[in-house]
């Protein structure tokens, strides 16, 4: 099986704020330590295709409360192994950006894969 999740991000300041690429996701468990064993690949597509976070990595330009997603793919499927959970994902916006960190409680299963998808423009 297969899951999707997007998350989102607006422009809460007074200037125009660019994006291009993907964000800079880190995994962490339930004690705030790494996860280990977890790939993180930049395109969604990698771990499965037609969920919208696949496709090119553009320029983007938001302009004050102005948004922009980005798509979180993984397989939850349990073969051989201990399945992963990951509660904590600390995300970047852009290389120099403060971190945030999310909740989203993800059960990735015994894949090892994360698929993160390119910024695209909230329409």
């Given at each position: 099986?297969?899951?999707?999740?997007?998350?989102?991000?607006?422009?809460?300041?007074?200037?125009?704020?660019?994006?291009?690429?993907?964000?800079?996701?880190?995994?962490?468990?339930?004690?705030?330590?790494?996860?280990?064993?977890?790939?993180?690949?930049?395109?969604?597509?990698?771990?499965?295709?037609?969920?919208?976070?696949d496709g090119p990595a553009l320029p983007l330009v938001l302009k004050p409360g102005e948004g922009a997603w980005v798509g979180l793919v993984w397989r939850n499927t349990v073969e051989a192994g201990a399945a992963v959970d990951v509660p904590y994902v600390r995300v970047r916006a852009k290389s120099g950006a403060d971190p945030v960190t999310l909740v989203p409680e993800l059960d990735l299963g015994t894949a090892g894969k994360l698929g993160v998808g390119p910024w695209k423009k909230k329409e």
């Amino acid at each position: 099986m297969s899951h999707t999740g997007d998350r989102k991000l607006e422009n809460c300041g007074t200037r125009p704020y660019s994006l291009h690429g993907c964000p800079d996701v880190r995994l962490f468990d339930e004690d705030h330590e790494p996860v280990d064993g977890v790939r993180v690949l930049r395109d969604g597509a990698s771990v499965v295709g037609g969920t919208g976070a696949d496709g090119p990595a553009l320029p983007l330009v938001l302009k004050p409360g102005e948004g922009a997603w980005v798509g979180l793919v993984w397989r939850n499927t349990v073969e051989a192994g201990a399945a992963v959970d990951v509660p904590y994902v600390r995300v970047r916006a852009k290389s120099g950006a403060d971190p945030v960190t999310l909740v989203p409680e993800l059960d990735l299963g015994t894949a090892g894969k994360l698929g993160v998808g390119p910024w695209k423009k909230k329409e």
